[in-house]
């Protein structure tokens, strides 16, 4: 196997590549071509370095690409293995409804490619009433970002992690066992995202849609007559 990939990495070097090989990410680029048996065209290339400066310069990017850009295949990939190390909480934010297809690509690519595992776990604002779930999710939110892996997840939980801070501190409030540990824990949580957080918003006219953003009131739901 070593052997073979070996082989096929010096078959791709004699090609010519549609980017250049001084480019600190070269390698990468080259072995996601070999591995996913695909080549980079020069606009992903251009894309991809692009965003790395922009991202080491601490400026939000935004690109729009039409379908069949590479974008889940390509970009998506690359930027998760690039960012998912010690220094950064690498994060993939997808709408709900390409969740699970971008889960298995991302998977399958980052673990064929980079050998990087991809982590997934659901977090709501019931989920977060349970102080043992919550300490759980912050182990492995930390435990993703030490071993270097990328973190897949929806819009939801971000804003279900900030409303469910709001409601430990309302049930604080009202005297509600519990509630103490739960500020706390939430807090750790929401700390380590705003130091570490790197995050890849997939269709962000999908994941930043206000009518998605801002539609969570705390309390209890009750039915409406």
């Given at each position: 196997?070593?052997?073979?990939?070996?082989?096929?990495?010096?078959?791709m070097?004699?090609?010519?590549?549609?980017?250049?090989?001084?480019?600190?990410?070269?390698?990468?680029?080259?072995?996601?071509?070999?591995?996913?048996?695909?080549?980079?065209?020069?606009?992903q290339?251009?894309k991809?370095?692009?965003?790395?400066?922009?991202?080491?310069?601490?400026?939000?990017?935004?690109?729009?690409?039409?379908?069949?850009?590479?974008?889940?295949?390509?970009?998506?990939?690359?930027?998760?293995?690039?960012?998912?190390?010690?220094?950064?909480?690498?994060v993939i934010?997808?709408?709900?409804?390409?969740?699970?297809?971008?889960?298995?690509?991302?998977?399958?690519?980052?673990?064929?490619?980079?050998?990087?595992?991809?982590?997934?776990?659901?977090y709501?604002?019931?989920l977060?009433?349970?102080?043992?779930?919550?300490?759980?999710?912050?182990?492995?939110?930390?435990?993703?970002?030490?071993?270097?892996a990328?973190?897949?997840?929806?819009?939801?939980?971000?804003?279900?992690?900030?409303t469910?801070?709001?409601e430990?501190?309302?049930?604080?409030?009202?005297?509600v066992?519990?509630?103490a540990?739960?500020?706390?824990?939430?807090?750790q949580?929401c700390?380590?995202?705003?130091k570490?957080e790197?995050?890849?918003?997939?269709?962000?006219?999908?994941?930043?849609?206000p009518?998605?953003?801002?539609?969570?009131?705390?309390?209890?739901?009750?039915?409406v007559?």
């Open positions: 196997m070593g052997q073979t990939l070996l082989d096929e990495l010096v078959q070097m004699d090609q010519k590549r549609n980017y250049d090989l001084n480019d600190p990410h070269a390698l990468a680029f080259l072995y996601l071509e070999v591995v996913s048996n695909i080549k980079m065209r020069p606009d290339a251009k991809v370095t692009a965003f790395i400066d922009g991202v080491s310069e601490d400026k939000e990017m935004i690109f729009q690409l039409i379908m069949g850009g590479g974008k889940s295949t390509v970009l998506q990939p690359i930027f998760g293995f690039i960012f998912a190390d010690r220094n950064f909480f690498s934010d997808v709408p709900e409804s390409l969740y699970v297809q971008v889960q298995i690509d991302l998977q399958k690519t980052l673990g064929n490619a980079y050998n990087k595992v991809v982590y997934a776990m659901p709501d604002r019931k977060a009433k349970d102080v043992n779930y919550l300490k759980t999710y912050f182990e492995t939110i930390q435990e993703c970002k030490e071993r270097g990328c973190f897949l997840r929806v819009p939801r939980q971000k804003h279900s992690i900030i469910s801070l709001y430990a501190y309302f049930d604080l409030d009202q005297g066992p519990g509630a540990e739960r500020v706390e824990t939430i807090s949580i700390n380590f995202l705003q570490y790197k995050v890849q918003f997939d269709e962000i006219d999908l994941t930043m849609d009518k998605v953003t801002f539609r969570y009131p705390i309390g209890e739901a009750h039915s007559n």
